[in-house]
């Protein structure tokens, strides 16, 4: 019999697979988005945010923005990279050669090394934490926030767990796409799903949880301001890894058959489940660390402040203690790893893309010098003084750590998503991007709701955020 003639989408697919790899299936990919998204920002920074931002204000808000926002940005840079099929930088090349769009790329790149430079140490940490755990460090008599700070406080701790992590992601990285970052996430996902239930369940029951669920879940309209609107916006752009081409890199190895709308749905669905549950293990916990929902905790340690109390409340101690308190950090460890390989991915792909450069050169020394630039993180957490303090920000002190978190994970991804909106619905060109779509995707009801939201309603509102924050840069916090 004879062979079907392949259809140009697959011949399309096939030769960009041989050229650059591509997605071994569409669920492969979700993985894969879903492990990038998935990380430090739905766990650590997720509840840090929630407990400082008024709670279920917070929640309320950040919903809304992934809804509007986020998931209409992310669905325009999947579309970007899977028409392009290059690197960020590449990608807007090729769309608008013109002007100077093609430095929204370049940033991103750079915010790329950034980001992966500080996220590497709180990774870092939570390798620490496997250790501390099954060392049995955490007993019910210890104060946890005492041992983060004497662990924070260590300069060889700290300086060799990041070495650890970055050498991690190196190494998965340079595996490439399928063999690397897709066959892990398809199993850490999960997992890390199965032992989050299992924490909250253990947390909402704890004596005294009843203060922090309700802080978490039953909203006072009052406490909505412009500081928790800049909170939870700046929060969906980093926990879905938006603003900085991660998702135009993940979806320039998609087959033109994905329906790229239910994949950024299923992502953004997961993402947002994942971090709404993190919330639920960690702010019924505050109140048995003697922490007042709501009062600011400011702080990079919080969960690891925190969390120790969980485990040593779980059943049969101290082994229930240990293996829970196990399971969870090499999980986030893991999730984080995920997380951090597309952090790394951006910018070796535009190394590999645009310069030239073979994928293991360009991955080991984009990690050497994220290592480097990560150093004074790694020590600003009570190692080294001056570096806990670099500015004072409503007489609150802030180290490296955290300058770099806002500065990059922060601004930077929002000032990055409303270029993405430019590029795509402007200066590309929202009917082009929509015939992108409607490839996987004939159909495309929402392609209307879709345009209008990043035309006009995104730009919008990042922007008013934006101004809003050189009037009064208090309010990123
Ligand atoms: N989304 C990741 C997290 O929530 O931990 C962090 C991240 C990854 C941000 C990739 C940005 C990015 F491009």
Same mark, same amino acid.
């Given at each position: 019999?004879?062979?079907?003639?392949?259809?140009?989408?697959?011949?399309?697919?096939?030769?960009?697979?041989?050229?650059?790899?591509?997605?071994?299936?569409?669920?492969?990919?979700?993985?894969?988005?879903?492990?990038?998204?998935?990380?430090?920002?739905?766990?650590?920074?997720?509840?840090?945010?929630?407990?400082?931002?008024?709670?279920?204000?917070?929640?309320?808000?950040?919903?809304?923005?992934?809804?509007? *926002?986020? $998931? #209409?940005?992310? !669905?325009?840079? /999947?579309? +970007?990279?899977?028409?392009?099929?290059?690197?960020?930088? =590449? %990608?807007?090349?090729?769309?608008?050669?013109?002007?100077?769009?093609?430095?929204?790329?370049?940033?991103?790149?750079?915010?790329?090394?950034?980001?992966?430079?500080?996220?590497?140490?709180?990774?870092?940490?939570?390798?620490?934490?496997?250790?501390?755990?099954?060392?049995?460090?955490?007993?019910?008599?210890?104060?946890?926030?005492?041992?983060?700070?004497?662990?924070?406080?260590?300069?060889?701790?700290?300086?060799?767990?990041?070495?650890?992590?970055?050498?991690?992601?190196?190494?998965?990285?340079?595996?490439?796409?399928?063999?690397?970052?897709?066959?892990?996430?398809? *199993?850490? $996902? #999960?997992?890390? !799903?199965?032992? /989050?239930? +299992?924490?909250?369940?253990?947390?909402?029951?704890?004596? =005294? %949880?009843?203060?922090?669920?309700?802080?978490?879940?039953?909203?006072?309209?009052?406490?909505?301001?412009?500081?928790?609107?800049?909170?939870?916006?700046?929060?969906?752009?980093?926990?879905?890894?938006?603003?900085?081409?991660?998702?135009?890199?993940?979806?320039?190895?998609?087959?033109?058959?994905?329906?790229?709308?239910?994949?950024?749905?299923?992502?953004?669905?997961?993402?947002?489940?994942?971090?709404?549950?993190?919330?639920?293990?960690?702010?019924?916990?505050?109140?048995?660390?003697?922490?007042?929902?709501?009062?600011?905790?400011?702080?990079?340690?919080?969960?690891?402040?925190?969390? #120790?109390?969980?485990?040593?409340?779980?059943?049969?101690?101290?082994?229930?203690?240990?293996?829970?308190?196990? %399971?969870?950090?090499?999980?986030?460890?893991?999730?984080?790893?995920?997380?951090?390989?597309?952090?790394?991915?951006?910018?070796?792909?535009?190394?590999?893309?645009?310069?030239?450069?073979?994928?293991?050169?360009?991955?080991?020394?984009?990690?050497?010098?994220?290592?480097?630039?990560?150093?004074?993180?790694?020590?600003?957490?009570?190692?080294?003084?001056?570096?806990?303090?670099?500015?004072?920000?409503?007489?609150?002190?802030?180290?490296?750590?955290?300058?770099?978190?806002?500065?990059?994970?922060?601004?930077?991804?929002?000032?990055?998503?409303?270029?993405?909106?430019?590029?795509?619905?402007?200066?590309?060109?929202?009917?082009?991007?929509?015939?992108?779509?409607?490839?996987?995707?004939?159909?495309?009801?929402?392609?209307?709701?879709?345009?209008?939201?990043?035309?006009?309603?995104?730009?919008?509102?990042?922007?008013?955020?934006?101004?809003?924050?050189?009037?009064?840069?208090?309010?990123?916090?």
């Amino acid at each position: 019999m004879d062979k079907p003639e392949p259809s140009s989408s697959q011949i399309i697919d096939s030769a960009a697979a041989k050229k650059r790899g591509i997605w071994g299936s569409k669920l492969g990919f979700i993985f894969a988005a879903a492990g990038s998204a998935i990380g430090l920002g739905n766990i650590w920074r997720f509840p840090t945010e929630a407990a400082n931002n008024g709670g279920a204000a917070f929640l309320l808000i950040y919903i809304a923005c992934v809804l509007f *926002i986020g $998931m #209409p940005v992310m !669905l325009a840079e /999947l579309t +970007l990279g899977r028409h392009t099929r290059k690197d960020p930088v =590449g %990608a807007i090349r090729s769309v608008v050669p013109r002007g100077l769009w093609w430095l929204a790329g370049a940033l991103g790149v750079i915010t790329g090394l950034a980001i992966l430079s500080y996220y590497s140490v709180v990774a870092g940490w939570t390798l620490g934490y496997v250790v501390k755990t099954v060392s049995h460090t955490f007993t019910p008599q210890v104060d946890p926030a005492k041992l983060f700070g004497a662990f924070a406080g260590s300069w060889w701790q700290e300086i060799l767990y990041h070495a650890i992590f970055m050498a991690l992601c190196v190494l998965v990285v340079i595996g490439g796409v399928k063999a690397g970052i897709e066959r892990w996430s398809k *199993i850490l $996902m #999960p997992t890390l !799903l199965v032992v /989050l239930l +299992l924490l909250v369940v253990r947390s909402v029951t704890l004596p =005294g %949880a009843s203060s922090g669920l309700s802080f978490y879940l039953s909203p006072d309209f009052s406490k909505i301001n412009m500081k928790v609107v800049v909170a939870a916006l700046g929060q969906a752009f980093f926990s879905l890894s938006l603003g900085m081409g991660a998702m135009i890199t993940y979806g320039s190895y998609l087959s033109k058959k994905d329906n790229l709308v239910t994949s950024a749905a299923w992502v953004s669905g997961a993402d947002s489940a994942i971090a709404i549950l993190a919330g639920l293990m960690v702010l019924p916990a505050l109140a048995l660390a003697g922490i007042q929902p709501g009062v600011d905790q400011g702080g990079a340690g919080l969960i690891f402040a925190v969390l #120790p109390r969980v485990f040593s409340q779980m059943p049969w101690q101290p082994y229930g203690g240990i293996i829970f308190g196990a %399971a969870f950090f090499i999980l986030l460890a893991l999730a984080a790893l995920t997380s951090a390989v597309s952090l790394l991915e951006v910018v070796t792909a535009y190394l590999v893309d645009e310069k030239g450069w073979k994928r293991r050169r360009a991955t080991t020394l984009v990690g050497a010098v994220s290592f480097a630039i990560g150093i004074p993180s790694a020590l600003s957490l009570g190692a080294v003084g001056w570096l806990s303090s670099m500015v004072s920000l409503q007489g609150k002190e802030i180290g490296f750590l955290d300058l770099m978190d806002k500065l990059f994970g922060k601004l930077s991804l929002t000032f990055g998503s409303l270029l993405i909106c430019l590029i795509v619905a402007w200066a590309w060109g929202s009917d082009k991007a929509r015939k992108e779509v409607q490839n996987g995707n004939p159909r495309f009801v929402l392609g209307g709701l879709w345009v209008f939201l990043l035309k006009y309603v995104c730009p919008v509102a990042i922007m008013t955020i934006l101004v809003y924050l050189v009037v009064d840069p208090s309010v990123i916090r």
